[in-house]
Nanobody, 120 residues
Framework: QVQLVESGGGLVQPGGSLRLSCAAS????????MGWYRQAPGKRRELVAG???????NYADSVKDRFTISRDNAKNTVYLQMNSLKPEDTAVYYC??????????????WGQGTRVTVSS
């Protein structure tokens, strides 16, 4: 079985920072794109940042210049460094990956979600 294990969410004051981590585990042949999505109450889930295996990145306009996505291919792990956090960043953040398990067809996997709350 393949799963994405997330960590790093929590409560932080405006202007603070958090670093989210997501590790893919199980019998994995390869991972293509990895990314972070978020969903605030009453809103649709939106793409925050994505990264290819080669390191190409893209960001939502609302987080450009504040968030940085990176990955460690040897560890099958993706990170999201979040700086200068604002109350509007409050949401549940989900890890996502397009990957190929060792003995199965390619699939799109989701993490369980980690809650980020930015408040005084």
């Amino acid at each position: 079985q393949v799963q994405l294990v997330e960590s790093g969410g929590g409560l932080v004051q405006p202007g603070g920072s958090l670093r989210l981590s997501c590790a893919a585990s199980g019998s994995i042949l390869s991972i293509n794109t990895m990314g972070w999505y978020r969903q605030a109450p009453g809103k649709r889930r939106e793409l925050v940042a994505g990264i290819t295996r080669g390191g190409s990145t893209n960001y939502a306009d609302s987080v450009k210049d504040r968030f940085t996505i990176s990955r460690d291919n040897a560890k099958n792990t993706v990170y999201l460094q979040m700086n200068s956090l604002k109350p509007e960043d409050t949401a549940v953040y989900y890890c996502n990956a397009d990957l190929t398990p060792l003995y199965s067809d390619s699939l799109n996997a989701w993490g369980q979600g980690t809650r980020v709350t930015v408040s005084s």
